[in-house]
């Protein structure tokens, strides 16, 4: 992640009245609950972990997107806790992928690999393009940069669910369809500690300001 994604932005960043930003949002929000119903039926039906798991962010995302609609014109504080929320959902979201693979481990089978990659590619192509939309937003307060976070570490989880659909084609097995999920579910914890580090920083802010303001 680029370093200026840790940079820190004002109280008053306008892009967060823009909008642009607003309807970027529902276009964000739209995009993921469609590819949640079609990876979960594209995963339960190839044995996929790592479909499944890139479903459940899907939905998780569609989730955060409609929050930061909710705060998007609330004062800072309000939006560093729904980012926490975020954050907590995201390293949530990664306990659980990294159960399930073990999970799948465990009762063996090998998933359908031309199922992964087709569907993997058309979540690729549906998160480049909200990435693109979300870019210049990336270094905002933590509200703004989990949005963008989440749609980063999509776009990085379809990449890498196509290689493991060449993987599993390729050797037969299911082990790259689990290590991917892995990798997912570790990409999520971090991206998660990074979100909830930034909406502390920013909930400090807020009372630092809330303490000078005039009464």
Known sequence: MSSNCCD????????????????????????NLAMFVIETGAGFRAGSTSLLA????????????????????MGLAVRARAAWVKGISMLGFGVFV????????LQGGT????????V?????????????????YRDGDANMRSVWLC????????VAVMLAAL????????WPDLAVAAVMAGLA?????????????DLQTARQTAAVKPQ
């Open 151 to 158: 749609t980063r570490n999509d776009a990085l989880g379809n």
């Open 111 to 118: 998933p359908e690999a031309i199922t992964m990659g087709s």
């Open 54 to 73: 890139d479903a459940i962010d899907f939905f998780g995302d569609a989730a955060n997107y409609g929050l930061s609609l909710a705060v998007l014109s």
């Open 98 to 105: 990294l159960w399930r693979a073990g999970w799948m481990w």
């Open 167 to 174: 993987g599993v084609l390729g050797t037969g097995s299911a």
């Open 189 to 201: 914890i971090t991206s998660g500690v990074t979100v909830l580090k930034h909406a502390r920083a």
């Open 8 to 31: 820190h932005t004002p109280a008053t960043d306008t892009r967060l009245s823009s909008p642009r930003y607003r309807n970027i949002l529902w276009i964000a929000l739209v995009v």
């Open 120 to 136: 993997g590619l058309l979540a690729l192509v549906a998160n480049t393009g909200v990435a693109l939309l979300l870019y210049r």
